[in-house]
Nanobody, 119 residues
């Protein structure tokens, strides 16, 4: 059974930082990109960032470029999202996903982790 389990969300003040983790079990997505998406209240789920299997390729939504960093630990089968200089508009449920193809989500989703940024 494949599972993606996110952690690291919480409540933070504007300008603060959080690091999200997505631990994968049941398989490895060898050769595939993985990514993060988010869904704010009343809005559609949107792409945030993705990373290639090797970690050599990273892709970001324009709204998070320069503030968020995605990384991947193949040995731990875990993907991370470091979020700095958080803004209230970053408040959302953040989901891990695989396999990501051209920023489009694949079949596997985590349960999501809530990120709330207060002003």
């Amino acid at each position: 059974q494949v599972q993606l389990v996110e952690s690291g969300g919480g409540l933070v003040q504007a300008g603060g930082s959080l690091r999200l983790s997505c631990a994968v079990s049941g398989r490895t997505f060898s050769g595939y990109d993985m990514g993060w998406y988010r869904q704010a209240p009343g809005k559609e789920r949107e792409f945030v960032a993705s990373i290639s299997w090797s970690g050599g390729g990273t892709y970001y939504a324009d709204s998070v470029k320069g503030r968020f960093t995605i990384s991947r630990d193949i040995a731990k089968n875990t993907v991370y999202l470091q979020m700095n200089t958080l803004k209230p508009e970053n408040t959302a449920i953040y989901y891990c996903n695989a396999p990501v193809v051209l920023r489009r989500p694949g079949h596997y989703w985590g349960q999501g982790t809530q990120v709330t940024v207060s002003s």
